[in-house]
């Protein structure tokens, strides 16, 4: 079974809107940290933002949300007055466990978004 | 503090081979990562280290690949002899365990391709 789906392979938002990229994980532990990464064209990683199990509150940073809802296991990101440069790949993933093998990311196979004008 | 370095950013090489790509981490993290970014197969985790010991090498394709870390600023993944599906970005990535969330920064990347 996927750890972490992502099941919009491509979004399309239109500049100033609010859009939210759809993130649901399997996990059979009590502690874990879910993660949202963004790549854009020229490749690189760029970390987001984070959520932990055991946080009652949706992270924020910034424009960027997490709508994290542990009942149903989803934590979307989501994107406030989108602009152009937020065209990118997003990747959502999950750190499992609290011992030390438990620094590894399990990560989603993306979403693609597109902002127009 | 400057991020995770990797090289080469680019890389060609004949089919069978010997690649060597490199890493070095953020100062002061003590876990790298090695992860294979294809259309096929998204990123992968193929190895990662903690205070330079490998913890996790289930990644790791085949025996083709090998990954050392001789100490804690300087990483190689090794492909030997190459074939071209190992052809993909592959990144390396480095986090602290004492942070509470503990995310990975990446590298850039290098971009190997195997003809």
């Known amino acids: 079974a996927q750890k972490i789906t992502q099941t919009q392979p491509g979004m399309f938002v239109q500049e100033k809107e609010a859009v939210t990229l759809d993130c649901t994980y399997d996990?059979?532990?009590?502690?874990?940290?879910l993660f949202w990464y963004k790549q854009p064209s020229s490749g690189e990683m760029i970390f987001l933002i984070y959520?932990?199990?055991?946080?009652?509150q949706n992270a924020t940073e910034g424009r960027y949300s997490l709508n994290f809802q542990k009942a149903r296991k989803s934590a979307n990101l989501v994107i406030s007055a989108s602009q152009l440069g937020d065209s990118a790949m997003y990747f959502c993933?999950?750190?499992?466990?609290?011992?030390?093998?438990?620094?590894?990311?399990?990560f989603g196979t993306g979403t693609r978004l597109q902002v127009t004008l | 503090d400057a991020g995770v370095i990797q090289s080469p950013r680019h890389e060609v090489t004949e089919m069978g081979q010997e690649v060597t790509l490199r890493c070095k981490p953020i100062s002061g993290h003590d876990y790298l990562f090695w992860y294979r970014q294809t259309m096929m197969r998204g990123l992968e985790l193929l190895i990662y280290f903690n205070n330079n010991v490998p913890i996790d090498d289930s990644g790791m394709p085949e025996d083709r690949f090998s990954a050392k870390m001789p100490n804690a600023s300087f990483s190689t993944l090794k492909i030997q002899p190459s074939e071209p599906r190992d052809s993909a970005v592959y990144f390396c990535?480095?986090?602290?365990?004492?942070?509470?969330?503990?995310?990975?920064?990446f590298g850039q990347g290098t971009r190997l391709t195997v003809v």
């Open positions: 990535a480095s986090s602290r365990r004492d942070r509470a969330r503990r995310e990975a920064f």
């Open positions: 993933a999950m750190r499992e466990g609290t011992t030390g093998t438990a620094s590894k990311l399990t």
């Open positions: 996990t059979s532990d009590q502690s874990y940290g």
């Open positions: 959520q932990g199990s055991y946080d009652e």
